[in-house]
């Protein structure tokens, strides 16, 4: 079982949702694994301790047989978590529990509180994921939640449900603040304020797995829909974000495949991903790497142009040009699985494609992976040559703003089987290659031409 570098994975196995807090200068990266929470902390995102379970089940057929997902926060000089109380013998399936700790891992249960649905207004098979702050506009605790709607719309009940408190202790369950009929379920709620603007996270599963936002003036709504409305594409799921008062970042998990095989299915559960987060001008939010985690990436890789075939290369400048027909490539050197490679691309309006060969072996090229901007389709698409032959049953893809002077700033993480592709510090793409680890690395165009700069390849020290 893979133990991967930089993107954290618990010793016993895959983690599930990961509930972010941080205090004090410390992040703490809770998370479940099987029917606990185990906790890690992190100060940089790169070096992690590892705590153990920090809260547990109570055992077969009681209210909290298994721990799920909730938020840690604190109030008044104690520590408060909100968790999901699951037991698959009981109605309702679910409920909201509270646990107290004065030292963020050990933790005492409060066996008087249970919150559970209105089963008037919510279904009894879904309460859960828990999102407690303190709204400073309503002067009161708001818990999110997610809840069905109790009607007869299948697949497309799920609802973000508000619950209000002073104290923490008494709670007054309200109405959705956001139930579009679109969903199946809105799991992992999160809210926040940045600038001017409140954000609504949520992740859902009704087509394929995705971390979705909206955007609204205020906590209570209309939430609008963004043109771009993901952060990371169909590999990332359960984020939730944390803030240290001046950065705010996403966490969630990078899903796995059975039996670490390419051939196989995306698989609940992964190793811990991370992007911090940015809000452009217009008020939608981008994805950009963690400052940290580049800084770890320090041996540069030596770069010189030598196999290539399909279509013309020259250099010019400190830039190599490409131009094909079809598909061309141009090998620049080889570099070890634990990498950061970073190019600027200007692709010629009308060519179909341009990016990164890694993970390749040249000059048969019977081996590659390939991150492929699709300027004409308004895409970024991550390629490998085992999609050639096999089903691997959805694509890893991203839309993208074509940028006005046609320039892309690529940067591509590579740690094990995980890559984390950025572009122009907006969008994000991540997956796996589990087939192909480490290899030589390169340029292509495909129908066009482009200019490739500032090209550079560096490994980690760790």
């Known amino acids: 079982m893979e133990r991967n570098k930089l993107y954290y994975r618990a010793p016993e196995g895959n983690c599930g949702d990961f509930i972010p807090f941080y205090w004090d200068g410390v992040y703490h990266l809770y998370h479940i694994f099987g029917t606990n929470w185990r906790h890690i902390t992190t100060t940089d995102f790169v070096n992690f301790e590892e705590l153990g379970v920090t809260i547990e089940g109570s055992g077969a057929g009681t209210r909290d047989e298994a721990v799920f997902t909730g938020c840690v926060l604190e109030h008044d000089g104690l520590f408060h978590m909100f968790y999901c109380g699951h037991c698959n013998d009981l109605v ?9 700790s004065t030292d963020l ?7 008087d509180f249970c919150l559970q649905a209105d089963f008037d207004r919510y279904a009894t098979f879904a309460f859960r994921d828990a999102f407690v702050f303190f709204n400073n506009e309503a002067d009161e605790f708001w818990m999110l939640i997610t809840a069905a709607i109790n009607e007869n719309r299948a697949k497309r009940w799920g609802a973000t449900v508000i619950a209000t408190s002073k104290d923490l ?7 959705p603040i956001y139930a579009p009929y679109q969903y199946d379920t809105h799991e992992c709620p ?5 600038g001017d603007k409140w954000y609504l996270v949520f992740s859902e599963y009704t087509r394929w797995w995705e971390t979705k936002y909206r955007v609204s003036d205020s906590p209570y709504g209309p939430w609008e829909i963004p043109a771009n409305d993901t952060f990371d594409g169909r590999t990332i799921y359960a984020a939730k974000t944390v803030s240290n008062g001046e950065r705010r970042f996403l966490v969630g998990w990078v899903c796995h495949k059975t039996d670490e095989n390419d051939k196989n299915k995306y698989m609940w559960g992964g190793n811990l991903i991370i992007h911090e987060i940015i809000q452009a001008s217009d008020g939608t939010l981008n994805v950009k790497p963690v400052s940290e985690v580049l800084d770890i990436f320090t041996k540069p890789v030596a770069i010189a142009a030598s196999d290539s075939f399909g279509g013309n290369w020259k250099c010019e400048n400190g830039k190599y040009i490409g131009e094909s027909e079809g598909f061309s490539t141009l090998k620049l050197g080889t570099a070890g699985e634990d990498a950061l490679y970073k190019a600027k691309i ?3 309006p009308g060519s179909l494609s341009a990016g990164l060969v890694f993970r390749a072996s040249y ?12 300027q004409k389709r308004g895409q970024i698409y991550f390629d490998s040559f085992f999609k050639f032959f096999d089903d691997v049953f959805f694509d890893e893809v991203r839309p993208i703003t074509i940028p006005e002077d046609n320039v892309y700033d690529l940067k591509i993480i590579t740690s094990g089987s995980i890559f984390s592709v950025y572009v122009n ?8 290659s589990y087939s192909f680890r480490d290899g030589d690395f390169g340029l ?4 066009g031409s482009a200019e490739f700069y500032d090209i550079s390849v560096l490994e980690s020290n760790i």
Do not use: Q, Y
């Open 92 to 100: 309702p399936l679910e409920v909201i529990m509270h646990a107290t």
């Open 105 to 111: 891992h050990n933790w005492t249960k409060d066996p």
């Open 169 to 175: 202790k008494n709670w007054t369950l309200g109405d």
């Open 190 to 194: 999160d809210m926040f304020k940045m």
């Open 346 to 348: 200007k692709i010629k």
């Open 363 to 374: 000059p048969v090229f019977d081996k590659w992976c390939m991150l492929k901007i699709e």
């Open 425 to 432: 510090d907006e969008v994000a793409l991540s997956g796996r």
């Open 444 to 447: 292509f165009t495909e129908n």
